[in-house]
T-cell receptor, first 111, second 116 residues
Framework: SQQGEEDPQALSIQEGENATMNCSYK?????LQWYRQNSGRGLVHLIL?????REKHSGRLRVTLDTSKKSSSLLITASRAADTASYFC???????????FGAGTTVTVRA | DTGVSQDPRHKITKRGQNVTFRCDPI?????LYWYRQTLGQGPEFLTY????????KSRLLSDRFSAERPKGSFSTLEIQRTEQGDSAMYLC??????????????FGSGTQLSVL
């Protein structure tokens, strides 16, 4: 079973616009991570936010975490065609160090 | 750049045949994971190793699946008597696990299995 659920399932935006996707999870966590996957390839780690952090930035990425609501959001600012990919949140539950992934959000950036 | 490598990239087999996949992790990484991914879904955990010890195997994993990591280096995943439902992308990932946490996974490009 998958711990996280992303919303929306798919997102289509114009180049230059911002893309926001959300992740909800079920159990208390150590940290939450976001990964990107280009079609037919492996996943690439984007950013990690610890359970005691509320917001984190990395380049054009901004991640928030609300542990009281068991939810996170990923914002990609000023999107580019190269941002077209599937984005997955992943969590490791307390005392269970393996990562569980959601079903992902597919982002299409139109030129 | 010596990332995680998987071999083969693609495998087509007939139902009932056995298949074996190989994963070479990043050399200094002590943990190695196997995940399975079907179209439109996220990776599903199969099993993981810390060094040569297999620490956990998914309850959903059939006895037809077996994985090894001899000497704590490369790993193999074998599927015996393949079924059409085994068709998926098999992803390997490695990490440097520390007690303090914040473990990031580095994924290979995967092996795409098609069972006819």
């Amino acid at each position: 079973s998958q711990q996280g659920e992303e919303d929306p399932q798919a997102l289509s935006i114009q180049e230059g616009e911002n893309a926001t996707m959300n992740c909800s999870y079920k159990t208390s966590i150590n940290n939450l991570q976001w990964y990107r996957q280009n079609s037919g390839r492996g996943l690439v780690h984007l950013i990690l936010i610890r359970s005691n952090e509320r917001e984190k930035h990395s380049g054009r990425l901004r991640v928030t975490l609300d542990t009281s609501k068991k939810s996170s959001s990923l914002l990609i600012t000023a999107s580019r065609a190269a941002d077209t990919a599937s984005y997955f949140c992943a969590t490791d539950a307390l005392n269970d160090y393996k990562l569980s992934f959601g079903a992902g959000t597919t982002v299409t950036v139109r030129a | 750049d010596t990332g995680v490598s998987q071999d083969p990239r693609h495998k087509i087999t007939k139902r009932g045949q056995n298949v074996t996949f190989r994963c070479d992790p990043i050399s200094e990484h002590n943990r190695l994971y196997w995940y399975r991914q079907t179209l439109g879904q996220g990776p599903e955990f199969l099993t993981y190793f810390q060094n040569e010890a297999q620490l956990e195997k998914s309850r959903l994993l059939s006895d037809r699946f077996s994985a090894e990591r001899p000497k704590g280096s490369f790993s193999t995943l074998e599927i015996q008597r393949t079924e059409q439902g085994d068709s998926a992308m098999y992803l390997c990932a490695s990490s440097l696990f520390r007690v303090e946490g914040n473990e990031k996974l580095f994924f290979g490009s995967g092996t795409q299995l098609s069972v006819l």
